[in-house]
């Protein structure tokens, strides 16, 4: 055998090693999934995690990493939820996984503007922050579409209603997982800006 035809070997045998532990953590049982969406999951999110009322976070979209973590923590009560916890009790971690590899593969919507004005305050917010208080922009972390990434959450098409619930608690700390980023962020927030934001990130797509 070549030195290079040695050398391809190996690659070769390498990348067989590699994707092995990728494929199996790839293997998610998405009937168990729709399952359990369509048992209980969809009274709240909607079958296509659109979600059926507006105090109900949409999870269409949504990263599975961000989903799973959640779920575990409803689950372990470091996020806490009354309505959460019981709906959690009983995910296995391969489950929540699967739960989210559901969700994230549901197509989000964006809303329709509906006021120009506030839009354009929502708007500089989230790219801008603000200067005088100190605020960051949002799209620092959660992305210039609010798209966010595997560790940080989508924001993008989500109800305005909850999106400001959530404000409202980071900076109360009821919510308090992972909270020290956003309490400082919540807590920079005049009202104003929170609803402002709030309603801009629902027209995101
Ligand atoms: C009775 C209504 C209801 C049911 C049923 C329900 N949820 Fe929820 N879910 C909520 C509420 C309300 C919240 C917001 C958390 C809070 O503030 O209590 C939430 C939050 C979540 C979140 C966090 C979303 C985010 O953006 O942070 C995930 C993930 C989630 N639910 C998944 C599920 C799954 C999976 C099921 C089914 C096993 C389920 N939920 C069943 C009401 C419900
Ligand atoms: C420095 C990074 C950073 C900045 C800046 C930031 N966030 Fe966050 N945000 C996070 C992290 C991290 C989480 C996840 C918290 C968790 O996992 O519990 C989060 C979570 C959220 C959530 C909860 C999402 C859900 O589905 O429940 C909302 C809403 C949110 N951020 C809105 C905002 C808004 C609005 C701004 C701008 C005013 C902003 N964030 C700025 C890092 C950031």
């Not at 973590?69 to 971690?93: A, C, I, V, W, Y």
């Not at 004005?117 to 609010?146: D, I, W």
């Not at 800006?193 to 990130?201: C, F, K, L, P, Q």
């Amino acid at each position: 055998m070549s030195k290079k035809q040695g050398l391809w070997l190996g690659m070769t045998v390498l990348a067989t090693i590699l994707s092995q532990p990728v494929q199996a953590a790839e293997k998610v049982d998405l009937a168990r999934a729709e399952e359990i969406v369509s048992g209980r999951c969809f009274l709240c999110h909607g079958l296509e995690g659109e979600s059926a009322s507006p105090i109900f976070p949409r999870l269409a979209g949504q990263h599975w990493e961000y989903v799973a973590k959640q779920l575990g923590e409803f689950k372990s009560g470091k996020r806490k939820s009354d309505t959460m916890k019981p709906q959690s009790e009983e995910l296995t971690s391969a489950e929540m996984k699967a739960l989210g590899v559901f969700f994230e593969s549901k197509k989000a919507s964006a809303r329709p503007v509906k006021d120009a004005e506030l839009m354009a305050v929502g708007k500089y917010v989230f790219n801008r922050g603000n200067q005088f208080s100190g605020l960051p922009a949002c799209a620092s972390c959660h992305g210039t579409k609010g798209l966010g990434t595997p560790q940080l959450p989508r924001l993008a098409g989500q109800h305005p209603r909850y999106t400001e619930d959530q404000l409202k608690q980071f900076n109360s700390r009821e919510r308090n997982n992972d909270n020290a980023v956003m309490h400082t962020v919540a807590s920079k927030l005049t009202e104003l800006e929170r609803n402002a934001v709030a309603e801009y990130i629902a027209t995101l797509d």
